[in-house]
């Protein structure tokens, strides 16, 4: 499996042929959103490919400059290929990719108690622990979805104080006030 960095044109592709089928609107930012963050450098929209450049999954993180976690912001395999084990090489990859540039991606899932579909989240959660990824002490609350907290390590693996104020620190680059006030929770380190 390789990764392609990409461009508006071929992420604003992806986002509007693929995203709009494996998210829910509304936890789909407005593509300009995407733009603004790709153009201000704090964005990288992944394609994990093939050897023959097919996509198979792709990953959108959101990075800042100096800082050792990153937000893994949408992860998805094409559905075509869900079950078969892309999923976890897909995030092999992407920590492979990342271990000289940070100590952990961070993974935000729904949490179960509060999840419209508790076994999809438990599943969700399960997949994740399985492929590598490191339960955490915190959970936040986003725009009133309440999400339980894990890190996948790629080149270390961060307390969890440090991965809660890098998270606080990405949500307040992500929403702007007042939207940030109220609507963005953090619980735990």
């Given at each position: 499996m390789q990764i392609r960095l990409l461009d508006c044109a071929a992420a604003q592709k992806i986002y509007?042929?693929?995203?709009?089928?494996?998210?829910?609107?509304?936890?789909?930012?407005?593509?300009?959103?995407?733009?603004?963050?790709?153009?201000?450098?704090?964005?990288?929209?992944?394609?994990?490919?093939?050897?023959?450049?097919?996509?198979?999954?792709?990953?959108?993180?959101v990075l800042l400059p100096g800082r050792r976690s990153a937000l893994l912001d949408y992860f998805a395999v094409r559905s075509d290929l869900r079950g078969g084990g892309i999923g976890t090489r897909a995030l092999h990859t992407l920590a492979a990719y990342y271990k000289d540039r940070l100590d952990d991606l961070i993974l935000e899932c729904e949490h179960p108690d509060e999840a419209p579909d508790r076994a999809v989240a438990e599943r969700r959660i399960a997949f994740y622990l399985r492929a590598g990824a490191c339960a955490t002490r915190i959970e936040s609350r986003v725009f009133g979805v309440r999400y339980r907290i894990l890190t996948l390590p790629c080149g270390g693996h961060a307390a969890d104080e440090v991965v809660g104020q890098e998270l606080k620190d990405l949500y307040r680059m992500m929403v702007p006030e007042p939207y940030y006030r109220g609507n963005v929770i953090f619980f735990g380190p």
């Open positions: 509007e042929t693929r995203m709009v089928q494996d998210f829910p609107a509304a936890e789909l930012k407005p593509f300009t959103a995407v733009r603004e963050m790709m153009q201000a450098g704090i964005y990288e929209p992944l394609a994990l490919e093939d050897e023959n450049g097919h996509l198979q999954a792709y990953a959108w993180q």
